[in-house]
Nanobody, 123 residues
Framework: VQLQASGGGLVQTGGSLRLSCAASGRSISNAVMGWFRQAPGKEREFVAAITWSSGVTSYAQSVKGRFTISRDNAKNMMFLQMNMLKPEDTAVYYC?????????????????WGQGTLVTVSS
């Protein structure tokens, strides 16, 4: 599976951005896909995940109520709608996919990674 993330940029506090992740290659119909982020000097952390077949979602507590993960099955695209952005949301955001079912917050459980897209939230 090849993943390509896009949509990052510079936004002011309280603003919104929509990240996209295009998936290609082998079928992802049985996959769980997720978004992670990594701020400078920090470890990569879980943001959200979605089961491709059912649409079941899960979120990190820090983004719950502000971020929404979704997917477009027909286009093999995943999205992360980010609202009410805060400076602490500044990070490189990565999309990832895992073959086994079941959401995981551990980066090591994911088999495929996109290249990352930078989100900067100014105060």
């Amino acid at each position: 599976v090849q993943l390509q993330a896009s949509g990052g940029g510079l936004v002011q506090t309280g603003g919104s951005l929509r990240l996209s992740c295009a998936a290609s290659g082998r079928s992802i119909s049985n996959a769980v896909m997720g978004w992670f982020r990594q701020a400078p000097g920090k470890e990569r952390e879980f943001v959200a995940a979605i089961t491709w077949s059912s649409g079941v979602t899960s979120y990190a507590q820090s983004v719950k109520g502000r971020f929404t993960i979704s997917r477009d099955n027909a286009k093999n695209m995943m999205f992360l709608q980010m609202n009410m952005l805060k400076p602490e949301d500044t990070a490189v955001y990565y999309c990832a996919a895992k073959n086994a079912l079941g959401h995981s917050r551990l980066p090591t459980d994911y088999d495929y990674w996109g290249q990352g897209t930078l989100v900067t939230v100014s105060s």
